[in-house]
């Protein structure tokens, strides 16, 4: 097997790892004025995560008009800012995840009359795929089959780090799953010993009525 039929094989090998890593989104969505979108992405901890949005401008050729900017808000799940644009045309992020759960990104849009529709190119990375290869190469000074055997490296390592994530999510998830049984299963003797008791209660209640009435 020649180098460049290896190469493709690494790569090929690469790309589909990153599929089932998914951790890449390349949006195009629309947002009209006065409303807010926001887009989640779930990413486990110290993951980096890079993010790129721009306004695709309605007037080829001349500036973005003030009308047509967003305010871009992003979150953790613990409510932490980890990015902030004001009535911008464009922006970018990158930052470490200091914590697991879903990272919210929102777009917001002043209120216009007559409202306004804005069309938003947004370009979200975690992970492998955030890293800047290009740097990697430049700065390693390696050719490409060693760039390539690098991303698969760090693709492998980060797959393999995803399924500790994911053991431990589900080990969260199973004993989550144990408590809420166990509750259930206090609640439903809980709701046995009433109806009994309510059952007891009314044979009582009916025997002193009938032996009032001497019937008994």
């Known amino acids: 097997m020649n ?3 290896m190469i493709g094989v690494v790569a090929g090998v690469i790309l589909n790892l990153g599929f089932l890593l998914g951790g890449v989104q390349s949006i195009r969505f629309e947002l009209q004025s006065g409303h807010t979108k926001c887009i989640a992405e ?3 901890a110290d993951s980096m995560t890079v993010g790129k949005y721009s306004v695709v401008n309605p007037n080829d050729g001349y500036p973005i008009p003030d009308s047509h900017k967003v305010t871009v808000r992003v979150t953790s799940a613990y409510g932490n800012n980890y990015h902030y644009g004001d ?3 464009s922006g970018q992020f990158a930052f470490p995840a200091a ?3 879903d990272y919210m990104a929102c777009f917001w849009v002043v209120d216009h009359k007559p409202p306004l529709t804005l069309t938003i190119d947004f370009d979200w990375k975690t992970g492998v795929a955030a890293k800047d290869w290009s740097n990697v ?3 390693g000074q390696v050719d490409v ?3 390539e055997l690098k991303k698969l490296y760090d693709t492998v390592t980060s797959i393999h780090e995803e399924m500790f994530y994911l ?3 589900e080990e969260e998830m199973q004993e989550l799953n144990q408590a809420t049984n166990s509750r259930m299963a206090w609640l439903s003797f809980l709701s046995l010993f009433v109806c009994l008791s309510v059952a007891g209660l009314q044979l ?3 025997k002193n009525f009938f032996e009032r009435k001497k019937l008994l």
């Open 3 to 5: 180098k460049k039929m």
């Open 42 to 44: 779930d990413i486990k």
């Open 87 to 89: 009535r911008v045309d």
């Open 99 to 101: 914590e697991a759960g």
């Open 137 to 139: 190469a430049k700065k």
């Open 145 to 147: 089959m060693e760039l």
């Open 167 to 169: 053991r431990g999510r």
């Open 204 to 206: 009582w209640h009916l």
